[in-house]
């Protein structure tokens, strides 16, 4: 069984930054794609930052330049680094796995509060 737990978040300061940590279990990293999405109050969950296909990344416009995110298979984790944080990135941040093997099988974490202060 596929779990995803994420950690990292909490409250900083406009300017500030953040790294959040999802951890993969029951399965090796390197058999999925890997990305982070976030939720804010009233909006649909969007993508932040993926990995795709031969090991292209995608970035919403709105962090491209601030975010980064990384993995490290040997510790079955992915990463995102958070810089120049403001108040519209505070929301829930989801880690989610799509399997290379079967792209219809995808897994959430169970998400992980930011909270921007200005």
């Known amino acids: 069984q596929v779990q995803l737990v994420e950690s990292g978040g909490g409250l900083v300061q406009a300017g500030g930054s953040l790294r959040l940590s999802c951890v993969l279990s029951?399965?090796?990293?390197?058999?999925?794609?890997m990305g982070w999405y976030r939720q804010a109050p009233g909006n649909q969950r969007e993508l932040v930052a993926g990995?795709?296909?031969?090991?292209?990344?995608d970035y919403a416009a709105s962090v491209e330049g601030r975010f980064t995110i990384s993995r490290d298979n040997a510790k079955n984790t992915v990463y995102l680094q958070m810089n120049g944080l403001n108040s519209e990135d505070t929301a829930v941040y989801y880690c989610?796995?799509?399997?290379?093997?079967?792209?219809?099988?995808?897994?959430w974490g169970q998400g992980t509060q930011v909270t921007v202060s200005s």
């Open positions: 029951g399965s090796a990293l390197s058999w999925f794609h």
């Open positions: 990995y795709g296909s031969g090991g292209s990344v």
């Open positions: 989610n796995a799509r399997s290379k093997l079967v792209p219809t099988a995808r897994y």
